[in-house]
């Protein structure tokens, strides 16, 4: 069984998502993530074990891609086989099987329409065993608002690309904070430095997803 369950853990890390799939080229013709994941399922495997194999490959691509060892492709191929992987999970997290770390409201602030930066964001947050609610791009601050005040406790990231958008995410954070005072933000993107997340309020920043998932995992706070 732990052979198997380490076996998931390798196809999420290397983005092997299933049977059919091409990459990587070394596990070509070899059962995925969602053929493995279904197997231990029908072998009684625990939950969470699975899950916490999964959340350490999710830890090691997403390192690698910190020290650029590997790059954007391996890191979406890895998110899509651990997405593989939830497909099969997600009926015990509705069941309360298995509890979420918490609540992740992310979105790319108005007026930016990139997705690239806050898609990756998504998926290494969502494989690290966050309950993801992706607001989209050019998310007004209003619609931030509403959705921390429908889920309590969430934590909110706040995405932008272009510097003109910079404004934006400050006037989110500063609208947040007048409703939720508590509510932790990390926020980040190709003009943020940390300096500019404290100066607008933040509570974090974070470079790329791997410094996201670091930082939410500081945090631990329950969903």
Same mark, same amino acid.
């Not at 992740?104 to 998504?122: E, P, Q």
């Given at each position: ?153 969430? &934590? %909110?990231?706040?995405? *932008?690309? #272009? @510097?003109?958008?910079? =404004? ?8 947040? +904070? ?6 932790? &933000? %990390?926020?980040?993107? *190709?003009? #943020? @430095?940390?300096?500019? =997340? ?8 974070? +470079? ?13 706070v329950a969903a």
């Amino acid at each position: 069984m732990d052979e198997l369950i380490s076996r998931i853990g390798e196809c999420v890390e290397r983005g092997k998502v299933n049977l059919a799939a091409p990459f990587p080229p070394a596990m070509k013709g070899l059962e995925g993530a969602d053929e493995l994941t279904k197997k231990a399922l029908e072998a009684n495997a625990p939950v969470d074990a699975i899950l916490l194999a999964c959340n350490d490959a999710m830890q090691r691509i997403g390192a690698k891609f910190s020290r650029n060892e590997v790059f954007v492709p391996e890191l979406l191929m890895a998110a899509k086989a651990m997405h593989a992987v939830m497909a099969h999970l997600k009926p015990f997290f509705q069941s309360g099987t298995v509890k979420a770390k918490g609540t992740f409201i992310l979105g790319t602030v108005a007026g930016d329409l990139h997705d690239i930066g806050k898609n990756l964001v998504s998926m290494v947050v969502e494989g690290n065993g966050w309950e993801v609610i992706d607001l989209g791009v050019d998310v007004k601050p209003a619609r931030f608002v509403e959705k921390v005040r429908e889920n309590p406790g969430c &934590i %909110v990231g706040l995405s *932008a690309l #272009l @510097t003109t958008t910079m =404004a934006n995410m400050a006037a989110t954070v500063k609208e947040i +904070r007048a409703g939720f005072p508590d509510t932790k &933000i %990390v926020v980040g993107g *190709a003009p #943020l @430095t940390a300096a500019a =997340a404290a100066e607008m309020g933040a509570t974090g920043y974070a +470079r790329d997803p791997q410094g996201a998932v670091e930082w939410l995992n500081t945090i631990g706070v329950a969903a």
